[in-house]
């Protein structure tokens, strides 16, 4: 037998960053995301013989390890430590014995592009896992499953959003609290509004990639030392997913660059390196072509760019990128989220 999975990745829209703690356990944190048809995708095969193989086919990275309940982490190992960590996880919690097998794992997107690839890979692992051993594992279950295993095992700076949006898919408004407490509200959105908004957003790849970690690290750094400019504006920020959330569910479309702006406005002054020269560059001059606002995916510093472009302004701003080097990614909404079988 196979067991499979896939997650799809997301588009933060906005409120990006209030779901890190120490902000979400003191003041709240609220983001609006939407799941696109872009995945990881795994597959575990049960192995005879004693030993684990992990295989990381976008990252050209395979390891064959002697059979053990617990794998020794290297966070430098890039996309393999994820593995490693989810398979620790699953031995410590549930089977208390060493599983042979090979974890296949391909993820549609560069790590650290933005689109929260490595949690999305986490949750997409542990739902193989779950296919295979058929653990009595909820959406919240995983979802916290996987923060723990990011945030806590592995010591991985960042929120909560990208685990929770991985596994429960489509359009959601969701809320965090102290206590690692989630809230997820899909939202229902009319089919001609969900529509209009998929042609008017561009996805812009920047081909550069950055590790969200410092970035993270010093906007955390900046809540516990309570630094006025950066609580004001991520408070700015989290206002900003209400009035996204209030956009999208009455139909009001062209107010959503507008809205993007304001919140990148503001992102932007959270934490040190958010932005750049390059970036702001590119910014600039899509508005410029017509865009009327936009943003950087995750938590900033590279990776993939949204931008609202407004009647048949995306062409003409396709052209104004694509003078930067970079590459325009299609993609579509997708309200499917976590998604297991076998063969």
């Known amino acids: 037998m ?16 209030t779901d890190v703690s120490p ?79 090979k974890i296949t794992t391909y993820v549609e997107a560069p790590l650290g592009s933005g689109l929260g690839t490595s949690s999305t890979l986490v949750v997409a692992i542990l739902g193989a896992f779950t296919e295979w051993l058929k653990l009595p594992l909820g959406e919240y279950d995983i979802a916290h499953l996987a923060y723990v295993i990011e945030r806590i095992d592995l010591k991985m700076a960042g929120g909560a959003q990208d685990q929770y949006a991985a596994t429960f898919g ?22 001609n509004v969900m529509n209009e908004l998929e042609c008017n957003l561009l996805l812009y790849y920047t081909e550069t990639s950055r590790s969200s970690s410092t970035i993270i690290e010093s906007q955390q750094s900046n809540i516990q030392k309570k630094e006025e400019k950066s609580v004001e504006a991520t408070h700015k920020v989290k206002e900003q997913a209400f009035m996204m959330k209030e956009a999208i569910l009455k139909g009001e479309i062209l107010r959503i660059g507008q809205i993007l702006d304001f919140g990148w406005q503001h992102k932007k002054q959270m934490a040190k390196n958010i932005s750049n020269p390059f970036i702001d560059q590119i910014y600039d001059n899509a508005l410029r ?40 990614q299609p993609f579509q909404f997708s ?9």
């Not at 048809?37 to 002697?66: F, T």
């Not at 990776?303 to 930067?324: A, D, K």
């Not at 309200?335 to 063969?343: D, H, P, R, V, Y």
Request: net charge positive; proline share 4%.
């Open 289 to 328: 072509a017509g865009a009327t606002g936009g943003k950087i995916s995750g938590a900033g510093g590279g990776g993939f760019m949204t931008f609202f472009c407004p009647g048949i302004t995306r062409f003409q701003v396709t052209e104004t990128l694509l003078q930067f080097g970079g590459r325009i």
């Open 23 to 101: 902000y979400c356990d003191i003041y709240g944190g609220a983001i609006l995301n939407a799941t696109i048809n872009m995945y990881a995708q795994v597959a575990i095969e049960p192995l005879s013989e004693n030993k684990i193989i992990l295989n990381s086919i976008d990252r050209k990275r395979i390891v064959e390890i002697p059979l053990t309940k617990e794998l020794e982490l290297d966070t430098t190992d890039g996309e393999l430590v994820l593995l490693k960590g989810v398979y620790n996880r699953i031995v410590k919690d549930f089977t208390h014995k060493p599983l042979p097998c």
């Open 170 to 191: 489509g359009v959601n408004f969701m809320e965090f609290y102290d206590s690692q407490k989630v809230i997820v509200n899909p939202l229902r959105i009319k089919t």
């Open 2 to 17: 196979i067991y499979r999975s896939k997650a799809p990745l997301r588009l933060g829209l906005a409120g990006g960053g």
């Open 335 to 343: 309200s499917e989220g976590l998604t297991s079988w076998s063969i």
